[in-house]
């Protein structure tokens, strides 16, 4: 019989040369008029100088902490090596993302002269090319790294996954990185280009006039692009390897007690590897399948015709790896990989709900503003409140489901042996997990569309287009919007749907440490003075983490506004459009802004939990439970506040686009004012601080995974 984890590099290179034909099919396009490449080159420009200057900052923490990894966690070296490695392929994709979404905004803006159809499959193939890049490179890397140091190095298949476990954390460290400075530099952007262009001077968003525009444009790529890229690559291996992490117990379960060959048992650790490959061709189908034929059709139903072929393509290929990697009841199995497929959609039909114009929250928040910002504000927070209560539900009951289906799918040998029947429970969840992200480079091709829109909408209007094609690239900015939108709530959702499987990984690696059984390392109690300690640390680092990022956007926006107030004063000629403002300065206070702000804040889901776990071990306490509440409760909290932010942060723009199309007096009214400060005010929340806190949430996961030796020596 073939052996079926040979889809594993097939997939992997296949997804690459896939990613390389749509750079083709995107690069080939017209680049535009001379007016339109100017303004493109200087979009390039900025966010190219940005990510230099950002990954120099990662590359010398990440040596730093590499060294130290190195000399301090076992398998000695190795688990460093794989540190960097992680953080090097995390920041790639990321980079991939980027380059390719700042080639595709002028080829959307030019395809949008002809028709929207082209103009959508443009931009979307163009974000596609990072979702199958920053999945496809998160497959080879931890596929690689596990080969390398298993059969390359020659350890055992515990250390083989001990040291790759560095993989993840590399990952995690770099991406948070990436998403919190990317996060600071576009939203100080686009607060002090929204209040000082269009309140105070009273000039449409993307007008040439603002000094802040280009700045604000070049953002959409640092964040959006090269940020959640950075972000779901992460994702995607830190998910992959908890899961992988989980199935060591069950591979010397089956060797033991079930009577499997090592061979075939090594199929509980590569099965996450597996489905995440069949992922990829799934996604691909989905994207070539995204466009419309009627130009009076909402671009969202092709996006949307793309996301339902590749759920079920997802969902046959699951059951095929399934029935051959997993036992006799596999169908058990199956059945929680559906669960993981059926939670994306309904995600992606919450997050419709909350953010989307068609949608009661929405409009509240649009006629709030009729009565000023306070109520608008006011408004806005009990949305973003009252939006973490169906992911949450939602996410219960995929958790339990999951769970339950693991513990169902156990043979007979397993029910009287605590441990084993729980890592079972776990697994089913890590399997619903693979479910969840076996859409994730569709997903992931669908955020990367917005901000290529949204440039692509700017260069429309900086170049003064006429209205036709602005009317056509703002219908996919309103798309883009909401894609998104969508991919945030998608990326925590997956991240709380993981939380369990990982927690599950850290204390196999206690129980490893310890000599004990995962059964009883597992149990947390809450009611002890360590554990209730960590619990209130962990959702403690939640809001000052926030805190730091929302007051980083504060600041740098700050002086963004006295640079744009300056330039409207001291340049003569701006508002007459006879003289040109000086996008450099704002694109420079921007970066500086990002990069000085972004260090302490991403340094703190890293040293906090370290010096904890090492504090209580050396005073007596029992670490590794300590530091067990902070993950857990940590987590917990990360996923609510990410997911009021996320989607209060959504609700706030849309409700701002609502008034602007036309509603409650329209543009430059007084309630259009107002909802650009509620806009402002949602803006870090939801394009800084959400997005950031779902990668730190996932840090804190990675961090203590590859620390526990710290918390455990006597």
Same mark, same amino acid.
């Given at each position: ?10 997939? *992997?290179?296949?997804? !690459? ?14 680049? *535009? ?10 979009? +390039? ?28 966690? /076992? ?44 103009? !959508? ?72 280009? $929204? ?50 992490? &989980? ?10 007690? !079930? ?28 994207? #070539? ?15 949307? +015709? ?6 079920? #393509? ?16 596999? #169908? ?7 669960? *993981? ?25 649009? /006629? ?92 429309? /209007? ?14 996919? $900015? ?29 204390? /196999? ?6 000599? *004990? ?30 805190? #730091?990022?929302?007051?980083?956007? @504060? ?126 005010? @949602? ?14 949430? +996932? !840090? &804190? ?14």
């Amino acid at each position: 019989m073939v052996d079926i984890t040979l889809v594993i590099p097939i997939a *992997g290179l296949v997804g !690459l040369a896939f990613a390389g034909y749509l750079t083709w099919y995107v690069f080939r396009k017209d680049l *535009g008029t001379p007016e339109m490449q100017e303004i493109s080159d200087a979009i +390039k420009q900025g966010a190219m100088a940005y990510m230099k200057r950002q990954y120099t900052t990662i590359i010398i923490i990440s040596v730093i902490l590499a060294v130290l990894i190195g000399i301090f966690i /076992e398998p000695y070296y190795w688990v460093g090596a794989s540190f960097m490695v992680g953080a090097g392929a995390s920041a790639l994709s990321g980079y991939i993302g980027m380059y390719v979404s700042v080639r595709s905004n002028i080829r959307t803006a030019a395809a949008a002269r002809r028709s929207l159809n082209e103009a !959508l499959v443009t931009s979307f193939r163009g974000g596609a090319v990072s979702g199958m890049a920053v999945v496809s490179l998160s497959l080879i890397g931890v596929a690689g790294i596990y080969y390398v140091f298993s059969a390359g190095v020659g350890l055992e298949v515990r250390d083989s996954l001990n040291a790759a476990i560095g993989f993840a954390f590399g990952a995690s460290f770099a991406a948070l990185f990436a998403q919190l400075g990317g996060g600071i530099y576009t939203k100080a952007a686009d607060v002090g280009a $929204d209040l000082v262009g269009k309140i105070e001077a009273g000039i449409p968003e993307d007008d040439p006039r603002n000094p802040a525009v280009i700045a604000d444009l070049v953002g959409d790529n640092v964040g959006d692009c090269a940020g959640r890229g950075a972000d779901l690559f992460e994702s995607t291996a830190a998910e992959n390897i908890g899961a992988m992490v &989980l199935g060591l117990t069950l591979y010397g379960f089956s060797i033991t007690t !079930l009577g499997w060959t090592p061979e075939a048992a090594l199929a509980w650790i590569f099965f996450p590897l597996v489905a995440r490959s069949f992922g990829i061709f799934a996604s691909m189908a989905g994207v #070539l399948l995204v466009k419309i034929k009627d130009e009076n059709k909402d671009p969202m139903s092709g996006i949307n +015709k793309g996301l339902y072929v590749t759920c079920l #393509l997802a969902a046959v290929f699951f059951y095929i790896s399934t029935k051959y990697m997993l036992g006799d009841n596999y #169908l058990y199995f199956f059945a929680a990989g559906l669960i *993981g497929i059926g939670l994306s959609i309904v995600i992606v039909y919450i997050t419709q709900y909350y953010t989307s114009g068609s949608w009661r929250p929405v409009k509240e928040i649009a /006629e709030a503003s009729k009565t000023g910002p306070a109520t608008n504000i006011i408004t806005g927070l009990s949305i973003a409140m009252e939006s973490t209560a169906l992911p949450v539900i939602a996410i219960i009951i995929a958790l339990l489901g999951a769970f339950a289906l693991g513990q169902a799918a156990a043979p007979a040998e397993a029910v009287d042996d605590a441990t084993i029947h729980l890592v079972y429970g776990f697994y089913g969840t890590a399997v619903a997990t693979m479910g969840m992200l076996a859409t994730c480079a569709f997903i992931l091709a669908t955020d990367t569309f917005g901000p290529i829109t949204d440039n692509a909408g700017g260069i429309v /209007e900086m170049s003064r287009q006429p209205e036709d094609i602005r009317r056509r690239t703002d219908r996919l $900015d309103a798309c883009g919007n909401t894609t998104k939108a969508l991919t945030k709530g998608y990326a925590m959702a997956s991240a709380a749907l993981a939380a369990f499987l990982l927690f599950g990984a850290y204390f /196999e690696r206690v129980a490893d440490k310890t000599g *004990g059984s995962l059964a009883d390392a597992f149990k947390v109690d809450l009611a002890q003075p360590d554990v209730f300690a960590g619990a209130l640390l962990g959702a403690m680092l939640v809001f000052l983490f926030a805190s #730091l990022a929302i007051r980083a956007v @504060g600041k740098t926006a700050g002086k963004m506004i006295t640079e744009v107030r300056r330039q409207f004063k001291e340049i003569p000629g701006i508002m007459e459009r006879t003289a040109k403002p000086d996008y450099a300065a704002c694109v420079d206070i921007a970066t500086k802004g990002a990069l000085k702000a972004m260090i302490l804040p991403a340094l703190l889901p890293v040293l906090v939990p370290v010096l904890f776990g090492v504090l209580m071990n050396q005073a007596g306490y029992d670490a590794p439970q300590a530091v067990g509440g902070l993950l857990m409760v940590g987590t917990i909290t990360g996923i609510m506040v990410a997911n009021m932010f996320n989607n209060g942060g959504g609700a706030w723009d849309n409700g701002k686009k609502y008034v602007e199309s036309g509603n409650f007096g329209g543009k430059g009214s007084p309630t259009h004012a107002a909802a650009v400060v509620g806009d402002t005010v @949602g803006d870090p929340l939801k394009d800084t601080a959400g997005p950031s806190i779902h990668v730190l949430v +996932k !840090l &804190l996961s990675t961090v203590t995974l590859v620390f526990v030796g710290l918390f455990v020596i006597s």
